[in-house]
């Protein structure tokens, strides 16, 4: 499949976040990959995942297109999405349809900017598509201008100088400001919020915690009934 059909195949559709990190009750490649399988029979078209183990995994329960990312702490670094060539190397490797790797104005280990990976990473694997997770319209203007393939708002609010950032404010912003696909992500948590991105022109919409971290969706009906 080459890159525009990819995208058309993604558009006005559903792409469902299926991660859990090591501290969580539902860490396990096996679980991802049954949540991706789920997904898929609940009418998503694309899924997000985090670490080649989970992607290997995902792919042998579905065959859809596939935003991989991997989660990575360095020290002393707040970048931690895709943060370094390492890791895109690693999933371009594995193969996945879209790189997601955060596009925030914020340096790398390394001191690299997000503009010096994203050139090494294009040069390197020429047909790879990227995707710049990005908190600010700033950063998505500059992202796109950088040579990022599609932009989302995932960061919206979650760095430090974009704490009154909306995410589908920026999504409205990022549409009308940039010329590539712009996938809304980022605490779109309910059907209405998905369908209202789509009608502000986002491509895509990426759900995750709302569909697939019970324990999270547990917590807020748990606070509800118990506040007062």
């Known amino acids: 499949m080459n890159n525009q059909t990819l995208l058309n195949q ?16 539902l860490h396990s490649s096996f679980i991802m990959s049954k949540m991706a399988l789920a997904a898929k029979l609940g009418g998503a078209v694309g ?10 995994a995902i792919k042998q329960e579905v065959d859809l297109p596939i935003i991989g990312i991997i989660k990575k702490d360095y020290p002393d670094e707040a970048v931690f999405i895709t ?28 001191n690299q900017t997000f503009e010096e990976l994203l050139r090494q990473s294009k040069e390197a694997f020429p047909e790879q598509l990227f995707m ?10 500059l992202a796109v ?18 704490k009154d950032v909306k995410p589908l404010e920026l999504v409205k912003q990022l549409v009308e400001k940039v010329n590539v696909p712009v996938i809304a992500e ?17 491509h895509a919409v990426v759900v995750g915690s709302a569909i697939t971290r ?4 547990t917590e807020k009906f748990a606070t509800a009934i118990h506040h007062k």
């Open 186 to 202: 980022g605490n779109f948590d309910t059907p209405e919020k998905a369908k209202l991105a789509i009608e502000l022109g986002a």
């Open 145 to 162: 201008e950088a040579g990022a393939d599609i932009v989302a708002p995932t960061l919206a609010g979650y760095t430090p100088y974009s």
């Open 10 to 25: 993604l558009q006005h559709s559903l792409i469902v976040s299926c991660q859990a990190l090591e501290d969580e009750p």
């Open 214 to 217: 019970p324990m999270n969706i």
């Open 83 to 110: 943060p370094t060539f390492t890791e895109i190397s690693a999933l371009a490797e594995e193969g996945v349809d879209i790189i997601a790797l955060d596009g925030t104005d914020r340096m790398r280990p390394g």
């Open 47 to 56: 899924i997000r995942a985090n670490s080649v183990e989970d992607i290997q």
């Open 132 to 141: 710049a997770d990005v908190s600010t319209l700033e950063e998505g203007v």
